[in-house]
């Protein structure tokens, strides 16, 4: 089993930035990725960025150039620097890992909330 535990959210107003957290712990041997998902009040969740053990990143378009996904190895933590933030950034934001890219990890954090004001 793996728990997963965020932090760093808060309010900011567009244009500002915020980086949050996400620490490990448990069985993270068995984690290939982590990454972070969001999900908006009334919409699905969706996939914001992943890391690799390798390092390899992948982002959705709609945050390319603005967040930034990074990671210690052995994958016990997690970051996501947001920059030039938007009030459609506002969201619930979740840590999730797991041990098959690709795919959605098993494990997820409770999430921390994330408001953009404009």
């Known amino acids: 089993q793996v728990q997963l535990v965020e932090s760093g959210g808060g309010l900011v107003q567009a244009g500002g930035s915020l980086r949050l957290s996400c620490a490990a712990s448990?069985?993270?041997?068995?984690?290939?990725?982590m990454g972070w998902y969001r999900q908006a009040p009334g919409k699905q969740r969706e996939l914001v960025a992943t890391?690799?053990?390798?390092?390899?990143?992948y982002y959705a378009e709609s945050v390319k150039g603005r967040f930034s996904i990074s990671g210690t190895n052995p994958k016990n933590m997690v970051y996501l620097q947001m920059n030039s933030l938007k009030p459609e950034d506002t969201a619930v934001y979740y840590c999730n890992a797991g041990a098959f890219v690709g795919l959605v990890g098993a494990y997820w954090g409770r999430g921390t909330q994330v408001t953009v004001s404009a």
């Open positions: 890391i690799t053990g390798g390092g390899a990143t």
């Open positions: 448990g069985s993270i041997f068995s984690l290939k990725f």
